[in-house]
């Protein structure tokens, strides 16, 4: 059957899916090469294997352990963040690190270590992994650790799902005092506003990002939102907000375009009056604003989208974001979700991970065809010219030259790549 990812492009042909249930069974037999997918929250071809087969472990969904005193929680690789929330919040733990949606699981975060507002404090998700399981295609089972083969946790944590499929996790989680957030908002004009601001932030606060308005042009270029927060003590505070809608089909049509793209991010960002706005915020509208609408990828219509995410060394931050960000607004393309923050200098284990130190942005275009390729290819040149690097989880259309002097590691993975996986990413990249 085909498949598709979180930006609905590509579409991939013929692809078998099985269904995994019970981490102690060897892989199920297939043909060709298989690729461990999690919950489908990439937006490329990195979780899809055309002509292949997906092993689809969502059905390994158990908690193992959880002891409430250390927050060190044991689970199969298939549960979601989600759920590990709602276990162990109520207990006054959270996770170490998550990105901006829950619906992701375990080993998918694993696979392709993910970050999150903390990363100048936290690193990357596998910086706070104990250990996991990583069973072969030839039945092989290993626990792989910083201390245990520590050689195979490095290839795995950012690994893509190529060296073999993981069945269990043990995790650390951090404490909190409850669910809620104390978040202060800036209003910024300019870029150059952004980068102190975001320098002084990161000593005091433990999640910082952006907003940026990608339209505006001139001396208003990068102007945004700076939202920066820490968990908040408090007893009581706003409840989680209802689930508003979700898109229950895909419109004929892209639902953003050039004209109400400038009218509402010019909206937005007047939208705060004051420079500096404290609120007390619940968690879920922090952390996952877009997983209050279900399906919200269908808004760009049949065409699907790209996500873009790079990141941007120190040195050539400012000015590299700077010519992105005019070449975007110059091209009219781009969308409401744009986002700007500094990674900390945290490295982490992972052969292939993406996060190092320097500025990253993330923004979506909808797929308008060749047009939005040649764009993105210019949007890589600047990245490339700067240093910098495309993050493999967001990519569906990246050159293999490009991926091979982003990460010029990429070949150090080989030895642990298991020979009968594969993606459709990898092939594009490699061969
Ligand atoms: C709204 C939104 C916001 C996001 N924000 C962020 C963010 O802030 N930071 C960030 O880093 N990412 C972010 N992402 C990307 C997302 O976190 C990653 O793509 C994540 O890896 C998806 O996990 P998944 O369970 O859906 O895995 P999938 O997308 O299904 O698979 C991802 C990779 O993991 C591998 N994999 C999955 N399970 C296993 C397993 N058991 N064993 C071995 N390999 C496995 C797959 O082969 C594939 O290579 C965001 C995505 C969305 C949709």
């Not at 931050?317 to 990674?343: C, P, T, W, Y």
């Amino acid at each position: 059957m085909s498949g598709e990812s979180w930006g609905r492009y590509p579409l991939a042909r013929d692809q078998h899916l099985l269904a995994l249930r019970d981490r102690a069974a060897a892989l199920p037999a297939f043909t060709g090469t298989a690729l461990p997918h999690g919950n489908g929250r990439s937006y490329g071809d990195s979780c899809l294997n055309d002509g292949g087969t997906l092993l689809c472990t969502r059905g390994l969904d158990r908690f193992i352990a959880f002891d409430p005193a250390s927050g060190v929680l044991r689970c199969e690789a298939g549960v979601l963040l989600a759920e590990i929330l709602e276990l162990v919040l109520g207990q006054g733990w959270f996770l170490p690190v998550t990105p901006g949606t829950k619906y992701v699981t375990v080993g998918g975060a694993i696979a392709n270590d993910v970050h999150g507002k903390n990363h100048h404090v936290a690193g990357c998700f596998s910086e706070h992994v104990l250990g996991f399981e990583l069973l072969r295609s030839d039945g092989s089972r290993r626990w792989c650790s910083a201390q245990e083969n520590p050689d195979w946790f490095a290839a795995t944590v950012g690994g893509l799902g190529l060296t073999g499929l993981i069945t269990w996790v043990e995790l650390r989680l951090r404490r909190v005092r409850g669910p809620w957030l104390s978040v202060e908002t800036h209003r910024f004009d300019s870029l150059a506003e952004f980068f102190p601001l975001a320098a002084a932030s990161d000593r005091d606060y433990e999640y910082t990002v952006a907003w940026i308005d990608c339209a505006a042009r001139g001396s208003a270029l990068g102007r945004g939102h700076f939202i920066r927060a820490n968990h908040a003590a408090a007893s009581s505070g706003p409840g989680a907000p209802k689930r508003w809608l979700s898109l229950p089909l895909t419109p004929p049509f892209s639902l953003i375009n050039r004209l109400n793209l400038r009218s509402f991010n010019a909206l937005y960002f007047h939208r705060q009056q004051a420079r500096v706005r404290h609120a007390l915020s619940h968690y879920e509208p922090y952390f996952y604003p877009l997983d209050a609408i279900g399906r919200w990828n269908r808004i760009y219509g049949p065409r699907g989208f790209l996500q873009y995410q790079c990141v941007i060394p120190p040195q050539n931050a400012q000015a590299g974001m700077a010519e992105l960000l005019q070449r975007i607004g110059a091209s009219g393309s781009g969308s409401f979700l744009v986002v700007l923050k500094l990674f900390g200098e945290r490295r982490s284990a992972g052969i292939l991970s993406f996060p190092r130190p320097g500025a990253t942005l993330a923004l979506d275009f909808p797929n308008n065809g060749p047009d939005t390729f040649a764009l993105l290819d210019q949007l890589d040149e600047i990245v490339a010219a700067a240093g910098g690097a495309v993050y493999p989880a967001k990519d569906a259309r990246m050159s293999g030259a490009r991926f091979r002097s982003y990460f010029p590691a990429w070949q150090t993975l080989q030895p642990f790549l298991d020979p009968k996986f594969s993606s459709g990413f990898w092939r594009r990249v490699t061969e």
